[in-house]
């Protein structure tokens, strides 16, 4: 990040957030981060993009490591997500067919 100008303290601040698996945990997390006004969230794992989708339809979320984002409604499309969230899959259901 350091070589593409960002840094830490004075372009840009990173925080982070921890669920441990647990719904409550998530939940609480992703409304206290959404509190603090990010420009954008990073999600890693299913439960913590929906947990951060339930509290903003507005700041950008990208996301990875998740499963089925279409199914779940998280993207319309992987190559048109519409709405706030976006990200990458490894694996998506839909190309198990």
Not at 62 to 88: Q, W, Y
């Amino acid at each position: 990040m350091h070589d593409a100008g960002w840094i830490e303290g004075k372009n840009i601040r990173v925080e982070y957030r921890f669920g441990s698996g647990d719904r409550a945990q998530l939940q609480k997390a992703a409304s206290d981060l959404v509190a603090s006004g990010p420009e954008l969230i990073y999600a890693i794992t299913t439960g913590s993009v929906e947990a951060v989708r339930e509290k903003t339809s507005t700041i950008p979320i990208v996301f990875s490591e998740v499963t089925d984002a279409i199914g779940r409604g998280f993207v319309a499309s992987l190559a048109r997500p519409g709405g706030n969230v976006t990200g990458f899959v490894v694996w998506e259901s839909a190309t198990a067919s």
